[in-house]
């Protein structure tokens, strides 16, 4: 940038000289970025941005991608997600161009957590007294979970390690509970 400016030479000889007409010496720089995009999580329904910092010569334009297909609307320096859904989550690029090139970033992702919901209730069972008792529950949702089980209205305290977890399919818990039996007597 140093070099920009105008220019013009000065000719001479024996006879005499002559000056060139002005010249100008534009420096233009093709797009860069100088700060990437982040990778970003939401919560399902709230609001998100994914941003970039680019430099160049003007006019820069943007084209965000999620995976390979162009974004509808998002030609700024932040992609923005009024209200994130499942279906945004995923990988996305920038591509900035001016008339002197183009550059494309790095990826970043947009994780979207989901809220736990109940996808099998747990059902009612009838027991012979002095007999083990097993409840189970299955929920989606983005983990990890915790689960507290109520007995009228109050929570299970966990002693002596007698409400266990059940290992099963991503998403199901199962608890044993040993001493709510007893308190079933």
Not at 29 to 44: D, E, K, R, Y
Request: aromatic share 8%; charged share 5%.
């Amino acid at each position: 940038t140093n070099n920009a400016g105008n220019y013009q030479v000065i000719i001479t000889s024996p006879s005499g000289s002559v000056t060139s007409s002005v010249v100008t010496l534009s420096v233009v720089f093709p797009p860069s970025i100088v700060a990437q995009p982040q990778n970003v999580v939401v919560t399902n329904g709230n609001s998100a941005g994914i941003s970039l910092t680019a430099a160049g010569t003007a006019n820069l334009g943007y084209q965000w991608y999620f995976s390979t297909n162009a974004v509808d609307g998002g030609t700024n320096a932040i992609l923005s997600f009024t209200n994130a859904s499942a279906s945004q989550a995923g990988n996305y690029t920038c591509v900035i161009t001016n008339a002197y090139g183009s550059v494309t970033s790095y990826l970043a992702t947009l994780i979207v957590l989901t809220p736990p919901s109940i996808v099998k209730q747990p059902t009612n069972l009838v027991i012979i007294s002095g007999t083990n008792l097993a409840l189970n529950v299955t929920v989606s949702g983005s983990g990890p979970f915790t689960f507290q089980w109520r007995l009228n209205g109050t929570n299970l305290p966990n002693r002596n390690n007698l409400i266990t977890r059940v290992a099963g399919v991503m998403g199901q818990a199962g608890y044993r509970s040993e001493e709510h039996t007893s308190e079933l007597q």
